[in-house]
């Protein structure tokens, strides 16, 4: 028990030391913890999709449409129960830097398929009722500030001209995961406009959503809905939704790729500052090590000594950047909402926090435990004065 | 009197390890530091290199990028009708009218990515004076062939010279490679545009993008072309529009590389603090005896300062001779506001030298100074006394 109360001594003797290096591995603490967060969030979409749905897209690529005709076609495919289509809409409110999802949608089945987005019916019957209506996530809503009612004009960079809208119902997400910032509106208003103006665009849609009564079954619905348009003039690509989505997400493989070798080279960081303090920390008792050695302790003591107290340094450490890690998470996600519609921090991450603090603290005591308890007595003691 | 610099030298060197564990700390943090401006001028050097200053870019009207583009033919003909428009010595216009679409392509390291293809006009490659052929011949006109950037090849799949694709664009083939140094070119595929627009069943051009005989000229020729009621279109000039493109990515590794250098920073100035602390602690008896043969207090000041600044200089230097080995890497991602792939490589400036090496001797100042106080308002007695 003695060496407990020993380690807590040692670790507070240098105050200013001490809290300096806590203060440090905090920070470091709190870097990791936020780039650990970055890249969660990063394949956190993944994670809203559900197996239950299919996507159906244009195989050359997503900025060729489909005609609206495969519709029945999908429909008939045994083990689909339910297709939605839309379009991604790709318009801009007032300026570029207002950036948030917005597509055209048969809202009565995609609001079927997507039971995630949890809408007061009454709103709901509004938003279908009303072909100029929108619907749109709360956190879009509060960070515009639009009332139910309002009319929004959104400027078209696919479909040319501005469209104007009218907020009818506002979703939250069932769970955290999900997207509360998009922007969702009736694609027979899209498509009544563009026979207006644009013949040549209507009645094509960008995307199937297909609801099917077995997951299990996905492979199979998949290759027929693939083989029933092979050859045509527009040949489709099939995917489960996760699939779909992981697509989009190896888009930023490389700047995730950097963002996790940084995360790395902050643990580096730290074990660099950790380590200086405990060796000169270790360099300055030394003449204490050889009396311990003289009253018998042995190696081992000492050792635990030395990485105790590395251990509650790093410990409380950690603790302090856990601390911070909310509160920062919460300025970043206001500075990058555009980027990151979903920030959460994740127990996992804090698990991570408090094993990098285990294995900086072992790690950075290494050397001068080492040191310490293989210093001879007569050496350790001479160095005094 | 001043304390000579050999002896901050020298102390530095009494205490190897800690030296050089703290410095390491910063050299750490210059490296991050270093690698996010890189990124980042690269990222822009790539942009800015891709336009020439007095090229002309048309797009319709509210569109933000190539793709999302169209310009009908009879428009286009009427573009071809501006004055301003520069000729080559055969007398013909300088001006393309170009089809730009996306093709999903699998990528050599398994999953795939969009993959921008440019159906050219016969003066497009006049116009990118950056693109130069490297392997093989131009595509011909009339005939499904193709050319291809140079940092596609070495990332996607079968697009080697002589290898035909699949696809809508079966039968193609691949009859060269260009390389365009740093620029967007070297990441598209170029063919005939008619061919294109056939293959993919698009009727309409994306661009067209002609050369002034006067980058002066620009506003006269954008008023002619944006107040035309048949229009419909905007003109940029070609620097501009590319710049554009990338705002959303540039702002993206700013923010994120000022959060993380800003934490970063503060770590490692507190790891100098705490060895700039310790090193006057432990030489409080060196420090009274210098006071005692009547070295001022702004000089023993001064050189614990500068100790420590060499630290932050020591680490710079580590930092940034390890950051110029990342100008070998080359960072291939999608640009999120075109969503086509895009290549960039990592740059290191001079400036990027300098502000580096800067933020070092800052950070090196920054965890000295407090010690360096300390260490100035000790009282010689107690200092001498000290064990």
Not at chain 1, 13 to 19: E, I, L, M
Not at chain 1, 61 to 84: A, D, Q
Not at chain 1, 196 to 206: I, L, N
Not at chain 1, 284 to 301: C, H, N, P, Q
Request: hydrophobic letters at 50%; one cysteine or more.
């Amino acid at each position: 028990m003695i060496i407990f109360k020993m380690i807590l001594k040692n670790a507070f003797r240098h105050k200013a030391r001490t809290g300096l290096t806590v203060l440090a591995m905090g920070i470091a603490v709190l870097a990791f913890g936020l780039l650990r967060t970055v890249i969660t969030t990063w394949f956190s979409s993944i994670e809203a999709t559900s197996a239950n749905r299919l996507v159906v897209r244009n195989a050359i690529s997503l900025i060729f449409p489909l005609p609206l005709s495969y519709y029945e076609k999908i429909r008939h495919v045994e083990g689909v129960r339910l297709v939605s289509y839309g379009n991604w809409f790709g318009g801009v409110y007032i300026n570029e830097k207002n950036f948030f999802a917005n597509f055209a949608v048969e809202p009565r089945s995609y609001l079927q398929l997507y039971p995630e987005f949890v809408i007061p019916e009454d709103q709901k019957e509004d938003f279908l009722r009303d072909r100029r209506g929108f619907l749109a996530g709360r956190k879009l809503v509060e960070r515009f500030g639009w009332r139910i009612g309002d009319v929004v004009t959104l400027k078209g960079t696919i479909y040319p001209g501005n469209w104007d809208f009218v907020l009818r119902a506002i979703y939250r997400g069932r769970t955290q995961n999900i997207d509360e910032t998009q922007f969702i509106f009736n694609w027979q208003y899209l498509n009544e406009t563009l026979k207006d103006t644009m013949p040549s665009m209507a009645d094509q849609v960008g995307f199937f959503v297909i609801g099917i009564t077995n997951p299990n079954k996905a492979a199979d619905i998949t290759d027929e809905i693939d083989a029933m348009f092979k050859n045509s003039p527009a040949e489709t690509l099939t995917e489960t939704e996760k699939a779909f989505v992981m697509g989009f997400i190896s888009m930023g493989d490389a700047i995730i790729k950097v963002i996790q070798v940084v995360s790395f080279v902050i643990i580096v960081i730290i074990l660099a500052v950790v380590a200086n303090t405990m060796a000169m920390t270790t360099r300055e008792r030394i003449g204490e090590y050889a009396v311990l050695k003289t009253l018998g302790y042995s190696w081992v003591s000492i050792t635990i000594l030395i990485m105790g107290e590395t251990l509650v340094i790093t410990l409380m450490g950690a603790i302090l950047g856990i601390v911070l890690t909310y509160p920062a998470a919460l300025g970043f996600k206001q500075a990058l909402s555009t980027f990151f519609p979903v920030f959460n921090v994740a127990p996992a991450t804090i698990l991570l926090d408090l094993c990098i603090a285990l294995v900086v603290g072992v790690a950075a005591s290494l050397i001068p435990a080492r040191k310490a308890s293989s210093i001879r007595i007569a050496e350790g003691l001479r160095r005094i004065g | 009197m001043v304390i000579p610099l050999s002896y901050s030298f020298r102390s530095l060197w009494t205490r190897r390890l800690t030296t050089f564990l703290t410095a390491m700390g910063m050299a750490l943090v210059v490296f991050v530091f270093a690698d996010v401006l890189m990124l980042a001028a690269g990222l822009q050097k790539t942009l800015v290199q891709t336009g020439s200053y007095d090229n002309v870019v048309c797009l319709r009207k509210g569109s933000t990028s190539e793709v999302d583009s169209a310009i009908e033919k009879d428009k286009a003909a009427v573009i071809e009708t501006l004055p301003g428009i520069a000729t080559d010595d055969k007398g013909e216009q300088l001006l393309a009218k170009e089809v730009v679409i996306l093709i999903t392509l699998p990528k050599q390291q398994g999953g795939s990515s969009n993959v921008t293809v440019r159906g050219i006009g016969r003066k497009s490659l006049d116009l990118r004076h950056q693109a130069r052929l490297v392997q093989g011949r131009m595509p011909n006109f009339g005939v499904p062939e193709m050319v291809v950037g140079s940092s596609l090849v070495k990332r996607f799949e079968g697009l080697a010279v002589g290898s035909t694709l699949s696809g809508n664009l079966k039968n193609w083939r691949v009859v060269g490679i260009m390389e365009a140094g740093n620029t967007a070119f070297s990441s598209e595929i170029w063919a005939d545009a008619d061919q294109v627009m056939q293959a993919f069943r698009r009727p309409v051009y994306s661009v067209v993008i002609f050369k002034l005989t006067d980058a002066d000229l620009f506003d006269r020729v954008r008023g002619l072309i944006e107040n035309d009621p048949r229009l419909t279109l905007q003109a940029k000039p070609e620097i501009k529009f590319y710049l554009e493109q990338s705002e959303m990515m540039a702002k993206f590794l700013k923010i994120l590389g000022i959060t993380l250098t800003v934490i970063f920073s503060l770590g490692a100035i507190l790891g100098a603090m705490i060895t700039m602390y310790a090193a006057v602690a432990n030489r409080t008896r060196e420090i009274g005896t210098l006071r005692a043969l009547g070295f001022q207090r702004r000089a023993i000041l001064m050189s614990f300062l500068i100790e420590s600044i060499l630290l932050g200089f020591i680490g710079g230097l580590i930092g940034l001779f390890f950051a110029a080995f990342m100008q070998l890497v080359t960072i291939s991602t999608v640009n999120f506001q075109t969503f086509s792939e895009l290549a960039f490589k990592f740059t290191l400036t001079p400036a990027i030298i300098i502000e580096s090496m800067s933020f070092a001797l800052a950070m090196g100042l920054a965890g000295g100074i407090l010690p360096a106080f300390r260490a100035s308002r000790m009282n010689i007695v107690d200092a001498i006394r000290a064990g």
